[in-house]
């Protein structure tokens, strides 16, 4: 999941780095945009305190996360070490 905010500039320039990785590992990962002033809760049920941030989920459960602006190496290196390759 992505938490972002429509008024957090960092989160709106993280939107291409996080389209680029959706495709690339698209057999591998779903993305899911979370706007944290609509869904407040979800982001308190998974610890989020600070936009953007990234949380990769298995089932219900936080595997891994990046908080702040990721490079784009920093995303590649979480879905890496957290997701499987396929095939």
Known sequence: MFFTRRS???????????????RIARDRIR??????????????ELGVEAVPAIVLLRGRTPIGRLV????????????????????
């Open 68 to 87: 702040g602006r990721a490079s784009s190496a920093e995303i590649r290196e979480l879905i890496d070490a957290h997701v499987p390759r396929v095939g």
């Open 31 to 44: 993305v899911i945009r979370v706007d944290v002033d609509k869904y407040p809760e979800l982001a308190a």
């Open 8 to 22: 957090s500039g960092p989160a709106r320039r993280m939107d291409g780095l996080i389209a680029h990785h959706a």
